[in-house]
């Protein structure tokens, strides 16, 4: 067995030492450019799992990259066990990144990596000789790592924002634009914050600036699926016009 664990991040099908993280269609491709993170230190398979019987696992997280290339947040989605969570978000800040472009600008990004564990250097499928065990031991990978990024209308209640600041008009900004509108898509994390924000569109940087400074205040109640807390993605499009 190798302590220094080969780690996959499947997205988008890609995966090595370098990876590009693209969800562009084909007509896109050149005018975007996706998130590329640079392996700068390998993860380790967490030796006392091995003692466990435990030889592989799963671990969803998001993770938010400025225009800069610098990792301002992440966020855990899902895990099998706690002790390959904690080698992902002990690894996360320590890899580079490269930001995405568009049109040749760097833009700020948000992707959801799916980091799979095994405790051998090289992955190793087996199908036909898997014992009883290690064919419990996949459907149990499969279920405590489902999806756990709801839209508003997967959720057991509507969303309830508690603390909702409009944003500033964007005039005092110094907006270019009289009218105009944005839309952000952005996480709601299982305590009800707001994580991550993406910009989809803006008619003016200053009506972004706007939005972007009032939701980071914003609060909701908890997320909740079959009663228990979530992680919800919520995409909504703020309107600006002038005042009367």
């Excluded at 370098?18 to 993860?43: F, N």
């Excluded at 890899?95 to 995405?100: I, L």
């Excluded at 940087?205 to 908890?222: C, D, H, K």
């Amino acid at each position: 067995m190798h302590p220094t664990l080969r780690c996959l991040l499947m997205f988008a099908g890609l995966a090595g030492s370098t990876l590009a993280l693209d969800t562009s269609g084909p007509a896109e491709a050149k005018a975007y450019e996706p998130l590329m993170i640079v392996q700068t230190r390998d993860m380790i398979y967490p030796p006392t799992l091995t003692n466990e019987h435990i030889f592989k696992g799963e671990v969803n997280v998001a993770v938010w990259v400025d225009e800069n290339g610098r990792l301002l947040d992440w966020l855990l989605v899902g895990y099998t066990h706690s002790l390959f969570a904690k080698e992902v978000l002990d690894v996360l800040p320590k890899w580079k990144y490269v930001p995405a472009h568009l049109q040749g600008q760097p833009v700020p990004t948000r992707a959801e990596l799916r980091i799979i564990f095994q405790n051998t250097e090289m992955v190793r499928i087996v199908a036909s000789e898997r014992s009883p065990t290690e064919q419990a031991h996949d459907q149990a990978i499969e279920h405590r790592v489902a999806p756990h990024i709801y839209r508003p209308d997967e959720l057991d209640a509507p969303l309830d924002a508690i603390v909702e600041i409009m944003p500033s008009s964007p005039d005092r900004l110094g907006a270019v634009a009289r009218e105009g509108s944005v839309v952000v898509e952005y996480l709601v994390d299982a305590e009800g914050r707001v994580r991550m924000p993406i910009i989809d569109s803006s008619d003016d940087e200053a009506f972004t600036n706007s939005v972007l400074l009032a939701i980071t205040e914003w609060r909701y109640a908890v997320p909740k699926r079959t009663g228990h807390p979530v992680i919800a993605r919520v995409k909504q499009r703020f309107t600006f016009s002038p005042a009367s």
